[in-house]
């Protein structure tokens, strides 16, 4: 019991280091049939820091016989399907861990997430079923926002070139702005802010920090990431 709670101890230190590889090394020398449900989520929640998000779901669904009365069980599993981008999942097992009592504003967060990322999703399925021509630029450019937020931003930039040039508004260069700018086009990017400012100053304090830190990537600098909320 004592080395049980010993090792239990060290994969928690390791997490605490960000040394997940050193976690999957230590638990591959346990044999599986000896460990617990406890070793079991400490190799899911390493594979989930290692970003193999599927790996670390497979592992935790294999301990449902376990796991169902356990609220952290169920956030776990939702974050993973979270990450995954399956979101009506992820809300299903949010909805379970704060029935069991697991309250707090990381999970309210999440499953407010969850519920807008459906949301959005529908709307982009409902969108997409339209025919092309019977879509407003309105919700062009809703859609192209939706691919935004779920960091398709090839597929959204792929949308913003199927809007006529006499359509480009100041919407469309601040899209494209964005879009450009995570993908890494800064040139275009600082092209596109730089003519919205142009035409309206009051953008100015909203794009400023984008147009600085493309400019600083054309000179080969690296600034902080830019999110876009």
Known sequence: MANHQKLIEQLDSYHAQNEHKKILSVIADIPYESRDYAIHLRRARAFHQLKDYDKALEILKSQRSCGET??????????????????????????????????????????DEARTKMEEQYIAQTINAMPKVARSLEVQYKLIQININFENYHRAADQLELIAAEDRDEEWYLLSGVVSFQLENYEIATEHFETIVMDNPDYYDEIQAFIRISKEMMRGHHGADIKLH
């Open 70 to 111: 356990d609220p952290e069980w169920h956030y776990s599993i939702g974050r993973l399907h979270f990450k995954l981008r399956q979101y009506k999942e992820s809300f299903v097992y949010f909805i379970q861990a704060i029935e069991m009592g697991l309250v707090n504003p990381t999970t309210l967060f999440y499953i």
